[in-house]
DNA sequence: TTAACTTACGAAATCGATTAAGTAACAACA
DNA sequence: TGTTGTTACTTAATCGATTTCGTAAGTTAA
């Protein structure tokens, strides 16, 4: 590796002169600096990381959090659409990623600890057990951190707006003429808590009668849960004539059943996804649903980092809503 | 950040003596030892990467090469799987993973800058344009480089077998009974070529006729055209009782314009995709594909770098093969 | 002409860790 | 007793970059 040694010997200057030089200081000599830096492309020079961070205190390093037991990390749509949509964001703005280890790592360090050892500047944390110690302890400490979909008090934090995607979404169905909607909710988490308190209020407001039978429940992506409760759901003396999913993938599940069953969607009966995954657009009949925007929610969380990295004063500790958008799809008939 | 200086202040030695104690060199007293490695723990002292790898000149780094045009990056089940399975074996060796950006950043570095920038270790390429001159002098480096399903004649590659793959597909179609078999095949690409050669050579072997009308073109993960290519399949006058699709999700499209006719799978037409995709499991009937293991294409990427890295004398250039697994499902029935 | 500034550069300290080389103190051995 | 070895440290150089302070040379002002 060419170093700043190598291209003072060439220029038969100090290496004091070539940092001030690639670094834009005013100290220097017009001849001197275009010397030094035509010299330095030609030698192939980059300035290495580590001198810099050393000396620095600066690493450009953000660490991403992201637990993913069960393969329900990167291949998690939702999350890898955010965690991407982060990366892209952070990259335009000079910053590299750096997963944190959630398996324990030779050295047995724990988040925080990892997080000091790399040098990372701030960190984002997604889909992981927030109740951690080892998260909790990062949370306390005084690296910059932002959340995604949980909020504490004393960190930044980026929400998809559950209660409002919720509510568009029945409003839809409501408005499409359905009264006797099933819900089928998450297992239990802060967003199905969010989504599920917004049905009932919105239900609530419109004097819609939901029977106890038409709310169950189903783990998030579990297509077949899924399609056993919509059988049972069929089943019922009065059943629904709309129900809705925790997510897209357990619509799908749904979505096989009730066409098992030789029904039509949405003529007899409709459907409704959560989350907007790509493959919920090119179902047939094409998919509702609210899409999630995790594009805006990755670049926002990048963007709010990386401000409580460099203008810690200014930045406020805030919780920001991203509010999802109705796919209006096919799925959802009217009656 | 508390460093070897402070401990040392605190235990009354050199910072010498406390690299020592920590690293476990040998010529160091037990008590003096015991004492420093005590205090670290109490001192919450943490080695600054930096440092090390300013000194030492290992980072402890790889990265990841991974361009996401048009959403086809971390969100791509196939490439996600690989990557998250890479990372999980490099963090057991007790690297970390940094993304080498794609897009050009702030510094316009290239990617042999951005690594030697970052004193990346090596970089692990996958689900990029192989093509790309950058990428070239990545490659002709003399960074360590393993690349997925791609093979340059002086780097290990790591191949999903797509040949074997597709023939233990068409294998099982085969011995199920079915003779007219079409085959949706991806758009042009080294994984396309493979499968495709290893259909017409499969077929040929079991004087297979497969007329022209039963090869057909859709993109990968395109559902929508996967669907409409099949309805023009099923109205053939002399219809395919099998159709191979591309991937899963093409599978799914299909699966869909077959329902929507009102026929049934597998008793009207049979089906199958390709990846072994989550859903492709939770699907009605449960969808028969090859399941790409990309659990073993990312642990054994990681180990063949770490390998390069760490006894670069003793690792053999070589392309490694994965083989996939038929997941036999419901979606292919008996004749 | 001389004091006061500018300009353009260099010397050296520094960040935190590693490591080769050196050195007391003590023990072992002939 | 003198030589050799061992043990347990310390000193100091080093990795590559940044930055403070210093200074020689040239410029301006009085």
Redesign the interface.
Known sequence: ?VSMKDIAAVCNVSVATVSKALNGHSDIGKETKENIQKTAKEMGY??????R??RTNR?Y?LGVLFA?EA?S???H?YF??V??SF??AA????Y????L?N?K???N?SYL?HS????LEGVVLACIDFTDPEVQELVNSNIPVVTIDYLFNNRIAIMSNNASGMQELLNFVYNQGHRKIAYIHGADSAVTKARMTSFFKIAEEKDLFVPDEYIREAAY????TA?KVTKELLELKNPPTCILYPDD?SA??GM??I??RGLSIPKDISIAGYDGI??AS???PRLTTIKQDTEALGARAAEKLISLIEKPKSTLIEMITIEGKLIEGKSVGEI
């Open positions: 590796m980059f300035p290495n990381s580590s001198a961070a050393l690493t390093n993913d393969n990390g990167l291949t749509d890898a659409g965690i991407n990366k892209v990259e335009e703005e000079g590299d990623i750096t997963f280890n398996r790592n030779k050295f360090m600890e000091k050892y790399r040098g992506r579990d297509a077949i399609g993938y799908i599940g096989n059943a066409k098992e790509m493959i090119q179902l047939e």
